[in-house]
């Protein structure tokens, strides 16, 4: 079945940085893109970027440019989101997911949280 | 960019009750629009996709319609364990573009 597994969670200082990897199995990688996705405590969600498994093409949130970084390792099927220059609001639960149009899976989710 | 409002933002019916959530877009989406659900401490569900079709597996009192900017999500008969949020998110393919709507928190009444 398909399965995307995230690591654990994190606890950075501001100004650190985290990297947070979703590992992918059941089916092959390289036919599904992935997206990664934030929620804030008590808060929505908030997309965060995009990236093709198949060519490692990716698009990020304008918010978010020049401090993220989604990519891939098609060797073990597993995508990761680095996001630098860490704040207090950067606290949340990350989620990677499956998909372009629709994201018919999704990760189990990773907390991290920012703190000094 | 394109912004997405839902209303109501929550709602609170009983068990059998019809259920109606609206999402308008700030521009014209066609059909890209999907529904999902999310439970407290789970990862989201996608519950429709392209504005009106039922990702499988999923009970047929789930239904959504719409299309342009105005689009509209409807639990035909509220049970129990549809309490959570509910989200729209308009998707654009060229290039890949996400947004999601603020969420509609459902509850039991």
């Known amino acids: 079945q398909v399965q995307l597994v995230q690591s654990g969670a994190e606890v950075k200082k501001p100004g650190a940085s985290v990297k947070v990897s979703c590992k992918a199995s059941?089916?092959?990688?390289?036919?599904?893109?992935i997206n990664w996705v934030r929620q804030a405590p008590g808060q929505g969600l908030e997309w965060m970027g995009w990236?093709?498994?198949?060519?490692?093409?990716?698009y990020y949130a304008q918010k978010l440019q020049g401090r993220v970084t989604i990519t891939t390792d098609t060797s073990t099927g597993t995508a990761y989101m680095e996001l630098r220059s860490l704040r207090s609001d950067d606290t949340a639960v990350y989620y990677c997911?499956?998909?372009?149009?629709?994201?018919?899976?999704w990760g189990q989710g990773t907390l991290v949280t920012v703190s000094s | 960019d394109i912004q997405m409002t839902q209303s109501p933002s929550s709602l609170s019916a009983s068990v059998g009750d019809r259920v109606t959530i609206t999402c308008q877009a700030s521009?014209?989406?066609?059909?890209?629009l999907n529904w999902y659900q999310q439970k407290p401490g789970k990862a989201p569900k996608l519950l429709i996709y392209?504005?009106?079709n039922l990702q499988t597996g999923l009970p047929s009192r789930f239904s959504g319609s719409g299309s342009g900017t105005n689009f509209t999500f409807t639990i035909s008969s509220l049970q129990p364990e549809d309490i959570g949020t509910y989200y729209c998110?308009?998707?654009?393919?060229?290039?890949?573009?996400?947004?999601f709507g603020p969420g509609t928190k459902v509850d039991i009444k």
């Open positions: 521009h014209y989406i066609s059909n890209y």
């Open positions: 392209d504005a009106s």
């Open positions: 059941g089916y092959t990688f390289s036919d599904y893109s």
């Open positions: 998110q308009q998707y654009d393919n060229l290039p890949p573009l996400f947004t």
């Open positions: 997911a499956r998909g372009d149009g629709l994201w018919d899976h």
């Open positions: 990236i093709s498994t198949y060519n490692g093409k990716t």
